[in-house]
Structure formats: structure tokens, C-alpha cells
């Protein structure tokens, strides 16, 4: 049997990362699949990576934000925009704690991943497998955009992106969201939010039988060192992160108070500033994360 650890939307939150480990330590998984969205909003860089590769994960797929965050240090942001602001200064924090070497990693990342488990075919992806954003597999979605996910000969899907733990059967095969590891709080199809706001994964179990059992779990941590953390290391954007953490309440889209946030704090300068010089920008971040 072979038990595998399902990690999606970490979003830089290294004390969630680090309870879910030890958790699934405990339940004897035997090795981690990381589902895309692993760096930004949160204060977590190299720190997230060094969590990761002290256990055995095998697989990783690009992230909506992981893209994004690529897309940024290229210079492909609209100063008009406000959330390309943000995330271009997000991306100009992970990148001054990454360094190349990090972002080299995450620019290999594939948008798929297909593993033979115990006899069967497992599909990975962040969301649909040509397009890791957008809100085409939402719990509400219908069945035959969930179909999408099934290339040729795989039994099962496994997914991220949404933040909502989700086990259904598409008519052509099982579909499997662990939600989010480390932005916990999403929407559902009627508007209402989750009030869970603990780290969520899930231990995929598969024997020579097939799926022996998808064990979805909840595991609380330390809010106030994740925003301890946050405020040592200057995280940009702390209050929306502090908020998102503490309510599940995200306003990453949020443009009237995000353009308020740019011009208070600079960043809109920050971003000018960026293009103007056409480079990588990591010398433009004052003060990069501390060690943790």
C-alpha cells in the first residue's frame, strides 16, 4: 500500500505547512505530492521549500499563483491594475528569499503530472490541466468540466485551486481537492463562507486493490506565529494576509482597497520602479525574509 499526502494551496503559510507535516508523519504517509499555489501571500520562501524537502515529495504541478508569480518577474504586470501591483510586489518578496536557484525550481514545474500508483493512473494538476486558474472546477461546477480533467488512461484526478475539500466521481473517474493547506476559508456555491479555519490535506491510501481510502484532514496552528512571523520578516500586505488568516476573507481582487494600500505604502512606486530598471527586481525589495 502506498500512502500519499495530497498538499495544495500552501500560499507561503510555513507554521500551517509545518503542523500538516508532522501530522501526516504521524499517520505514516510515504510520500507528498504539492498541488500547485505554494508561495505568496504568506511570509514562507526558502523555508517552505526546506519543510518540503526534508520529507519525500515526489510531485509538484504549477499553481495559478506560481505563474503568476513568474509572469510578474517578467515584467508582464499592467500598472493600471492593482492586483498585478500586489502581486508583483509579493513576487519581488518570494523572490528575494528564493533566489534563482528557487525560482528556477518553480519555472520547471509542470501544468500536469501522471504517476502509475499501485496499478493505477493518477492525473495532477492545480486546476484544469491547460489552465491552472479561473473557476471552471468550483464545487458547483458541472460534471462534464470535471471529465476535462481525465486525459487518456487515468483513473483518478487529484486537484487544488479552489480551497475546498472536494471527493466526487466525474463520469470518468474520482476527482479529489484536499483544499487548502495554508489559506483555509472558501465560498461555496450559495455565497457562504467556511468558518474552518484550520490547514486542510488529505492521505490518499492506494493498495493493489485500488483506493483504499481518502482520509481528509483538518489540522489547527499557530495563527499568531504564522502572523508573528509575518511581521518579523515585513511581509507586504500584512494586514490583507492577517485578515484572510484570521476571517477566510481574501481581497486579492478587492481594487479599490488594494490602489488605496499601493499608494499609502509605496508600492505602486516599487512597481514603476521595477519595469523602469527591466530587471529581476531583487535588489528593489528592501529587506529580504529573515531566517526562520
Known amino acids: ?25 504521524k499517520q505514516g504517509v510515504d510520500e507528498f505530492w504539492v498541488l500547485g499555489d505554494v508561495f505568496m501571500p504568506g511570509p514562507g520562501t526558502q523555508a517552505i521549500f526546506d519543510l518540503l524537502d526534508s520529507v519525500n515529495t515526489t510531485s509538484y504541478v504549477m499553481g495559478n499563483w ?12 499592467d500598472l493600471g491594475d492593482s492586483t498585478d501591483v500586489y502581486g508583483l510586489v509579493l513576487s519581488l518578496y518570494a523572490q528575494a528569499g528564493l533566489g534563482d536557484v528557487g525560482i528556477a525550481r518553480i519555472a520547471a514545474w509542470p501544468m500536469t503530472v501522471t504517476r502509475q500508483v499501485e496499478g493505477l493512473s493518477v492525473g495532477a494538476s ?20 470535471f471529465d476535462r480533467l481525465f486525459a487518456e488512461g487515468i483513473n483518478v484526478a487529484v486537484m487544488g485551486h479552489t480551497h475546498s475539500p472536494l471527493l466526487r466521481h466525474s463520469r470518468k473517474g474520482l476527482v479529489i481537492n484536499p483544499g487548502s493547506a495554508g489559506l483555509p476559508g472558501w465560498f461555496d456555491e450559495n455565497e457562504r463562507l467556511s468558518r474552518d479555519l484550520r490547514g486542510h490535506y488529505a492521505i490518499l491510501a492506494i493498495s493493489d486493490h485500488g483506493i483504499d481510502q481518502a482520509d481528509f484532514r483538518t489540522v ?8 508573528a512571523l509575518a511581521r518579523r520578516q515585513e511581509l507586504p500586505y500584512y494586514e490583507l494576509y492577517e485578515q484572510q488568516l484570521t476571517t477566510g476573507v481574501a481581497q486579492t481582487h478587492n481594487r479599490a482597497l488594494l490602489d488605496e494600500i499601493n499608494q499609502r505604502c509605496g508600492y505602486l512606486d516599487l512597481a514603476r520602479e521595477f519595469l523602469r530598471r527591466s530587471v529581476g527586481g531583487q535588489d528593489l525589495f528592501r529587506g529580504s525574509p529573515a531566517p526562520i
Open 220 to 227: 489547527a496552528f499557530d495563527v499568531d506565529a504564522e502572523l
Open 126 to 145: 492545480h486546476n484544469l490541466p491547460d489552465n491552472p486558474g479561473g473557476n471552471d472546477l468550483i464545487t458547483s461546477a458541472p460534471p462534464a468540466n
Open 1 to 25: 500500500m502506498t500512502r500519499i499526502g495530497l498538499l495544495s494551496d500552501i500560499h507561503g503559510n510555513v507554521t500551517a505547512l509545518r503542523a500538516i507535516i508532522e501530522d501526516a508523519q
Open 66 to 77: 506560481d505563474d503568476a508569480l513568474l509572469a510578474s518577474l517578467r515584467g508582464e504586470i
